[in-house]
């Protein structure tokens, strides 16, 4: 079942949400890639936005269009948001970021944050990078377009029935990704007791 979700994102809606849920959004998100990190952290330069009506954002450098004075999103790609961990935990505690979503998932730092300041991690499924973009209504605004270009610029879409998207970090500590491998562990247990194998067997390397 999705749970399809109206932004921003509630503190009860977020904290009803636990890793492995497939999510939707509706409403109004934000983009940023290295370039707002390293300029909002080190430089202390941020785009001018209401942070609490606009608490989603997305880790994407979105390919646009100019046509006849209005941008159109032609793709979003999610890019992977473990290059941002560095910067991501002040920054969720900065601007009380509700949602990141990006590809794959973050380390400990993030995490922590996440659980101190109430936040989520979201994962695509998979999804084509042409059916997100006609997911966006309308493109509202764009920031630092002239300094970093469009890749890098922070835009404000207006997105409906967006996604879906796993929630791979809940706020409450549970880590989807982290759960498969401890689970793979257990079962490989049992298939080298099952085989005779030793615990710890080191394989040869190629």
């Given amino acids: 079942m999705i749970k399809e979700i109206t932004l921003p994102l509630e503190m009860k809606t977020l904290r009803s949400l636990v890793a492995g849920d497939l999510v939707t959004l509706t409403g109004r998100i934000f983009t940023g890639r290295e370039s707002f990190y390293i300029r909002a952290v080190e430089e202390k330069i941020l785009p001018d936005l209401d942070y609490e009506a606009i608490n989603v954002m997305m880790h994407v450098g979105p390919v646009m269009e100019k046509t006849q004075g209005e941008w159109k999103v032609l793709s979003l790609t999610p890019t ?11 920054m969720i505690k900065r ?14 730092k993030s995490m922590e944050a996440m659980k101190k300041e109430g936040a989520v991690h979201l994962s695509p499924t998979g999804i084509y990078p042409s059916l997100l973009a006609g997911q966006v209504r309308k493109v509202e605004k764009v920031f ?6 469009p890749t890098e610029a922070t835009w404000i879409f ?6 879906p998207f796993l929630v791979d970090m809940d706020c409450h500590g ?7 491998i401890s689970r793979s562990m257990e079962q490989m247990k049992k298939v080298y007791a099952k085989h005779g194998i030793p615990q710890g067997y080191k394989y040869t390397p190629i």
């Avoid at 992977?80 to 002040?90: D, H, L, N, V």
């Fill in 80 to 90: 992977t948001s473990i290059r941002m961990e560095k910067y991501a935990g002040p």
């Fill in 95 to 108: 601007l009380r970021t509700r949602a990141l979503i990006g590809k794959g998932t973050m380390g400990r």
């Fill in 144 to 149: 630092f377009l002239e300094e970093t270009g």
């Fill in 158 to 163: 207006d997105v409906a029935s967006f996604g």
């Fill in 174 to 180: 549970g880590n989807y990704f982290e759960g498969i």
